[in-house]
């Protein structure tokens, strides 16, 4: 084809882009007229029937990305399951700095943020979050051979925490002896205890012991972090996209689907009760 006739080719379906943009955007049908426009995209999404999703390639077992690339996961796969029940096959994962992740939500790059991200108020006051799926600690690991087995023994050490993560807000109020080093990702973080930088990092329980097995390192401090259970972050005032992950996520739980994620990525883990199908729950307590 010659360059004149792609050019042409180009200026043409600019011209048609624009054409359709401005009729989506001048039609008051678009905008009002609920039905076309809220049978073509009732949850909002950026693109409609695809959900882009805001995420981390360092966290395993929670979002990583395989040898391919590919994002998996417990949070991932979970939340695939769930999109799918809303009727969204296509769900695309992006990694992103843990730091910029929720301002990238907040501002509407993304439809959702999926990272074993704690729900808080402090949170709260930039999105909206999904019920809560997975309560569980946060982990200070360290090597072996370091003295670090409790709060006190922080003092005077040096601690990498990924910035903008609760590990951070929980060691500036908590560890006030401990010099904190601030890393943009866990990978960068662990090189860094690798190679005597720092002398531990402080991240998620199940991410510290995915490490802890690779490096030959280990949890030396669990502090539970159940008051902020992870949820699924979205834009605030999507409340029907909310309303309807919610309701997927539940019926997830309620029919074993979460329990069987919970078992195949976090094996040999304490089950919690909360998120199992009710007819399960109080089971092996001893009740
Ligand atoms: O608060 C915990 C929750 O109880 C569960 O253990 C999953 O992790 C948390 O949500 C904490 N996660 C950190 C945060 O929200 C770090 C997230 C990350 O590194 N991806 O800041």
């Not at 769900?91 to 843990?98: A, E, N, R, Y």
């Not at 005597?196 to 539970?224: C, M, R, T, W």
């Not at 605030?236 to 195949?264: C, I, P, R, S």
């Amino acid at each position: 084809m010659s360059i004149r006739s792609t050019l042409r080719r180009t200026a043409i379906a600019a011209v048609a882009a624009t054409a359709a943009i401005a009729l989506v955007a001048c039609s008051p049908a678009a905008s009002d007229a609920g039905d076309d426009a809220s049978t073509e995209n009732p949850y909002g999404l950026i693109t409609p029937g695809e959900i882009r999703v805001a995420s981390l390639g360092d966290s395993k077992p929670y979002t990583f990305t395989d040898e391919s690339g590919e994002f998996t996961g417990f949070d991932v796969e979970l939340f695939t399951d769930v999109a799918n029940r809303i009727g969204i096959e296509k769900v695309v994962f992006t990694g992103q700095d843990f730091s910029g992740l929720l301002a990238a939500v907040a501002n509407g790059q993304f439809d959702v943020g999926v990272a074993a991200i704690g729900i808080t108020e402090e949170r709260k006051e930039t999105v909206d979050f999904s019920d809560g799926y997975l309560a569980g600690y946060l982990t200070v690991m360290a090597s072996p051979d370091s003295d670090i087995s409790d709060e006190d023994s922080l003092a005077g050490k040096r601690l990498g925490v990924v910035q903008g993560t609760l590990q951070e807000a929980y060691a500036v109020k908590n560890f006030t002896d401990t010099e904190l080093v601030r890393f943009p990702d866990n990978n960068s973080a662990i090189s860094a205890v690798n190679s005597g930088s720092v002398d531990a990092h402080f991240l998620d329980y199940e991410a510290a012991k995915e490490y802890a097995a690779q490096y030959g390192l280990e949890n030396a401090i669990d502090i539970p972090s159940f008051d902020a259970p992870a949820g699924f972050a979205i834009a605030q005032g999507k409340d029907e996209f909310k309303e309807a992950l919610n309701e997927a996520l539940h019926e997830a739980m309620e029919d074993g689907t979460w329990k069987e994620l919970y078992e195949k990525w976090f094996p040999g883990s304490p089950m919690p009760d909360q998120y199992l199908p009710s007819d399960e729950q109080g089971e092996g307590e001893g009740e």
